[in-house]
Nanobody, 125 residues
């Protein structure tokens, strides 16, 4: 699986931004695609994931209610709609995928099989 992330940029607090991740290669009913982020000086953290086939979603508490993950199977793309952005959302966002499913994406960061390149999101106060 190859992942191509895009959509980062510089926005003001309270603004919205949408990240995209184009997924190419073989997927399975168990495949989950998600997002991680890494803020300056901090460890990488889980953001959200979606099951590629069923569309079920999960979110970190820090983004629940503000971020929405979705997918368009026809375009082989996963989106992360980010609303009400805060300065603490500033980070490099990484698209990830793993055939072992959602629990693995959420809890086994170091063993996630597929990573895309990062896209930088900067939220100014």
């Amino acid at each position: 699986v190859q992942l191509q992330a895009s959509g980062g940029g510089l926005v003001s607090a309270g603004a919205s931004l949408r990240l995209s991740c184009v997924v190419s290669g073989r997927t399975y009913t168990s495949t989950s695609v998600g997002w991680y982020r890494q803020a300056p000086g901090k460890e990488r953290e889980y953001v959200a994931d979606i099951k590629w086939s069923a569309g079920t979603t999960n979110y970190a508490d820090s983004v629940k209610g503000r971020f929405t993950i979705s997918r368009d199977n026809a375009k082989d793309t996963v989106y992360l709609q980010m609303n009400s952005l805060k300065p603490e959302d500033t980070a490099v966002y990484y698209c990830v995928a793993d055939h072992l499913g959602s629990w693995h994406v959420r809890n086994q960061e170091k063993n996630i099989e597929f990573w895309g390149q990062g896209t930088l999101v900067t939220v100014s106060s």
